[in-house]
């Protein structure tokens, strides 16, 4: 047996490698760097995008906050500029403006504070110049901004101190009661009342000062009172208000306060009773007295552009009346005088409408010059009069009416017999529409033939009645027709009824249970 040579220790023994057991398979290929890997550009794509979108969206807020804060800082520099030049108002405005652009800034309330304690310093300079005036308006800058309260004291105690020394209060008291003396308590720097003022500005506890003060006012409320009590509104007005601001809680003031409102009371119902009877100017000037006079008191102001409104309706009644009576100069002026008291009131605009298309309707006929021709156009007028009756288009729609027609017809051939006659049936028509559309609880047709009533005999004694009993229909019908939901209704039915009688029964009530409709 053969045996194999002896190994040399040092010698590697290499594997023997048998080509049978090896498996082939095809080179993997190596890893691909990281910055190549799809996925991780997919994140890094999706990441762009997203900063892109917030760039867009951020780009307004991003650019304001950029630009605020810059400008904060400017204004601030510009503060701290102005306040060491002295010039304290402009330094106050800076720092306000900053402020107002960024509350959290401490620095715009810190130079505020600085602002404040420079014009305490300014008003202490001022007083000890003699420059009273410009130290007035330094400490009045210095409280605004809520000086320390103790120096603010001290130093106001310090100028009325040198004010006084300086102008004399004995001289301004002398003078003060000179000038109640020869009754002159108001009106200018040298009356009675501005000197006691005066004094008082600089002693507020002179005694008396404080007693010609109080018996000024008495005098002056007096004199308030007789003017109340002449009518002279304006001047009792002006004298209540002027003892106000001097003394509001004079005792004196109470009673010609209470004078006053009496006073404006009777005069929103003399306004109220001359727009009953028509005197559209009459009633017109006393609703803008009261709103002139009353000018505190929300229901006297309420009350009075009711009444204005109301003013403004009459006088667009009164155009369209006029209007088919074909006299347009007049028609005109009454419109004009609606629009400019209730421009955007819808009763204006047709009243408007209606004047143009009669306007209109009467050039094209007036180039009608035969007399036959006249009476034939008359008579289809008539015809057309007669159809209007039947629908009940009384006086709606505008043109087309039974009462247009007969206007029409009536300038026409105004001694046409057949003209005369359609005049004399219409009128009966008309009542009889109105009491038996009002028996029916048809307020809206019933307020047609009302107002066609009124154009045919305006002077009918009947009418005053018929006003009262259709806006008590309206409130009737508005107030069931409420209780079905029809809000809409109800609130036409509260606007015709209180333009027919303000005083109608149920009508408060009604206004009450519309408001609470409106009112969530």
Known sequence: MTRDPPRNPDERIEPTLDWRQVEFRSPRPPPAPTWRRRSRWRWIAAIVVLLAAALVLFRQPLSEW????SRVQAL???????????????ARLKFEAAQALDGDRSEARAGLARVANAALGQARAATQAGDFERARRAMALARELQAPRAETETVAGEMREREATRAGIAGLLQQAEAARAAHRLDGDANAALPLYQRVLALQPNRTEALEGR??????????????????????????VAAAQSYDPGHVDLPEAQALLSRAIEQQRQRADADLRAQRLPQALAGYMAVQALAANDANQTAAAARGVEKIALAYAKQSRKLAGDFEFKQAE????????????????REAGE????????????SGVAASPQNRQRAQALLAEMARAEARGDWIEPPGDSAYDKLRAAQSLAPSDPAVDAAARRLLPAVRGCFESELRGNRPRSAHACYDAWQALDSDSPGLPAARRRLAQSWVSVGAERLGTGDVAYAREALR????????????GQLQARVDSVRTP
């Open 66 to 69: 950029l630009w605020s804060g």
């Open 76 to 90: 601030l520099d510009e503060g701290d500029a102005a306040l060491r030049a002295g010039r304290l108002e402009n």
């Open 214 to 239: 109080e018996d000024a006012l008495s005098e002056l409320l007096q004199q308030a009172r007789q003017a109340l009590a002449a009518g002279e509104l304006a001047r009792g007005a002006t004298l």
């Open 333 to 348: 002026a009454a419109l004009a005088m609606a629009r400019e008291l209730a421009p955007q009131s819808a009763e204006v």
């Open 354 to 365: 209606y004047l143009e298309r009669t306007q209109k309707n009467r050039g094209q006929r």
């Open 496 to 507: 015709r009824a209180r333009s027919l009688d303000a005083s109608a029964p149920g009508l």
